[in-house]
């Protein structure tokens, strides 16, 4: 394998993430993410290159015989040479969950953590791994997400018990 040119990125060390899209029955895309290369492979199928440590929000969908049959938000970062990666399909040679929204009730919940993320101004692939995982904390011990602020251009989460 030759060194890339400046500007161009060997798939040494990439994450590959299958995006495709087939109307009314199934998609796999990215809600956020800047992949450093796209590749079509065939009609509504292409792949997402992604560098490592680069965050990226992947979401699932497919269609049942009467509405939706699956429905999914996970929020990864691309692993890292020699790191151990978890498996997601569609995705390899796979990456680090920091957030997994299975359901359509927790999908909405991830979105609406990330829409308050946005109106604080920050952008999504610069928050830090350490946030996304107390939203996962607080998902599991199912609790409200984490209030998220942004410090001196960092973002850090700030966890607040929550009194029932």
């Not at 590959?16 to 899209?21: K, P």
């Not at 990666?85 to 919940?109: N, S, W």
Request: include cysteine; proline fraction near 5%; aromatic fraction near 10%.
């Amino acid at each position: 394998m030759t060194d890339a040119r400046p500007g161009e990125h060997t798939s040494l060390h990439l994450t590959r993430v299958l995006l495709s899209y087939e109307h009314q029955r199934a998609s796999r895309r990215l809600f956020f993410g800047e992949p450093v290369r796209r590749q079509s492979v065939g009609r509504g199928v292409s792949h997402a290159f992604f560098e490592p440590s680069q965050t990226f929000c992947y979401v699932v969908w497919e269609a049942g015989s009467y509405g939706t049959k699956h429905w999914s938000l996970v929020v990864c970062r691309a692993g890292r040479p020699g790191e151990t990666l978890d498996r997601l399909d569609g995705v390899e040679p796979g990456v680090r969950i920091l957030l997994r929204a299975g359901t359509a009730h927790y999908v909405h919940k991830a979105l609406a953590v990330m829409d308050e993320i946005v109106e604080d101004g920050a952008a999504l692939t610069t928050v830090p791994d350490a946030y996304w995982r107390a939203v996962q904390v607080a998902f599991d011990g199912r609790k409200p997400a984490p209030p998220f602020q942004r410090s001196n251009g960092s973002a850090t989460a700030r966890l607040v018990e929550t009194k029932r």
